[in-house]
């Protein structure tokens, strides 16, 4: 009678075979259970399992075997059928070039975050011509993007070309007087037609450092309530910028970069009136910092 709990018994199991290797696999699981029900438990009977146990994989590799000649046959006619189609779909390429000296002439889209601020304050006149400064300086996050051509005539040589700017910005900020008086600012868009200049900082010159400037105008959105009454715009406001910045090329195509933008645009003033009586007046600059970090794509 076999011991069942032998453990040794699960790796002569055969039913989950196919039926001519179960043939192969029967006997070999007859003669251990017959074995541990007439031999004592102990190291020798164990030994005695696992040799039985290689002796029926061995024995069901044998059934299995195939010649090493019809093996190659079989390999050989597979390749034959299969490679033709493999091979129309491997694109041979020769090795890259290495990198060399980086070129940034060429046409580029640019995408970006940014984060900006407006640096002044509103100044406010009451009828009786006092004014004060209120703390209403906008800030805020956007985004943007960018299209330039650069110019580079010699390797390694300065860099210059044009390039047109625009990003949607929202840029908030408000300040109030004793709960009667309160003024706020907004810049929604900002934009820019400027002229770069830059130079490789690096051997490789993979490293750039840029400034430029040119023609720049920005969405003005300024706010001044007296009480209940109240005066609003809503514009674009014209000035200048002035640009500066650092790209890296990751590879020829790519580059990302980093870059500083200082808008002075033009001022927006505002009137509350009570009828004929003029309440109070403000005046809301637009002088606004910009940080900008992206990505620049230059087409092939």
Request: proline share 6%.
């Amino acid at each position: 009678m076999s011991d069942p709990a032998e453990p040794m018994l699960q790796f002569f199991e055969f039913s989950h075979l196919r039926p001519d290797l179960q043939a192969v696999s029967k006997p070999f699981c007859e003669l251990a259970h017959d074995s541990i029900g007439k031999l004592p438990r102990n190291p020798e009977r164990t030994v005695m399992l696992r040799k039985l146990l290689e002796a029926k994989d061995c024995a069901v590799r044998a059934f299995l075997y195939v010649p090493a000649l019809v093996a190659a046959f079989f390999t050989l006619g597979w390749l034959a059928w299969t490679f033709p189609a493999f091979a129309a779909d491997l694109q041979f390429k020769a090795p890259a070039a290495p990198y060399g000296i980086a070129s940034w002439q060429g046409l580029y889209l640019s995408a970006y975050g940014l984060y900006g601020a407006n640096l002044t304050n509103t100044t406010v006149t009451d009828s009786a011509g006092i004014s004060a400064d209120l703390a209403s300086a906008p800030h805020g996050p956007g985004i943007g993007g960018s299209v330039g051509y650069y110019f580079q005539p010699t390797p390694n040589g300065i860099v210059f070309g044009p390039r047109v700017d625009l990003a949607y910005a929202n840029m908030q900020g408000g300040g109030s007087f004793a709960n009667a008086l309160s003024v706020s600012s907004a810049t929604n868009y900002l934009g820019d037609v400027d002229f770069i200049v830059g130079l490789p900082l690096s051997a490789d010159g993979r490293f750039l450092g840029y400034v430029g400037g040119g023609f720049a105008f920005g969405g003005a959105k300024p706010n001044l309530q007296v009480v209940n009454l109240q005066q609003a715009a809503s514009d674009t406001s014209t000035g200048w910028n002035a640009v500066a910045g650092l790209a890296y090329q990751v590879s020829p195509n790519w580059q990302l970069f980093m870059e500083g933008n200082y808008y002075q645009l033009g001022d927006k003033s505002l009137s509350v009136m009570d009828g004929n009586m003029l309440l109070a007046t403000s005046n809301t600059k637009f002088h606004i910092l910009t940080q900008k970090f992206g990505l620049t794509w230059k087409l092939p």
